[in-house]
């Protein structure tokens, strides 16, 4: 099916969210950054990741969380035995596959990591909760619009 060439308009406020993604992202990254830090001052952003992974799903496979995380297995391995030195998570055998471990939060790295969701969970409700409820409700939608994409 062919499609109608954009506009200028269009492509301009195209570009615009381009920009603001951009923005975003890199605010992001430094976001994790700074979580990670406040989870253990030597815990690099994937170390984060992946503890929200397991935070929010529950025990993994280290090849699970390489998969999720569109990362090396090698990078996995390495960064799941930091956490496990800093007593973050815990890897037990899986009872389902003989030759794998379950990696799971410690409940020192459930604490840890709760603390830093609610501060960012804080920092959201401060900056959202200064709009209007519909633009916010909107905001939601257009965000899931988004997603449903990818």
């Known amino acids: 099916m062919a499609t109608e060439p954009e506009s200028a308009e269009m492509s301009g406020l195209i570009e615009e969210v381009e920009r603001q993604f951009s923005a975003m992202f ?11 830090a406040h989870v253990h001052p030597d815990l690099p952003p994937i170390g984060f990741s992946i503890m ?5 799903e529950g025990n993994q ?18 960064t799941v035995k930091l956490l496990e030195s800093f007593g973050l998570v ?8 003989g030759r794998a471990h379950l990696v799971g939060l410690s409940e020192e ?22 709009w209007d409820p519909e633009e916010v409700r909107h ?12």
């Open 52 to 56: 929200t992974l397991l935070a929010r």
């Open 139 to 150: 905001f939601g939608e257009l965000l899931a619009k988004l997603n449903e994409s990818y």
């Open 61 to 78: 496979q280290q090849v699970e969380l390489a998969h999720r995380l569109v990362v090396d297995k090698g990078a996995v391995s390495r």
């Open 109 to 130: 790295g459930r604490r840890r990591y709760d603390d830093v969701i609610v501060r960012q969970r804080k920092i959201l409700h401060e900056r959202l909760g200064l």
């Open 90 to 97: 815990l890897r037990a055998p899986d009872p389902h596959d």
């Open 26 to 36: 890199l605010q992001f990254r430094t976001a994790m950054r700074e979580r990670a």
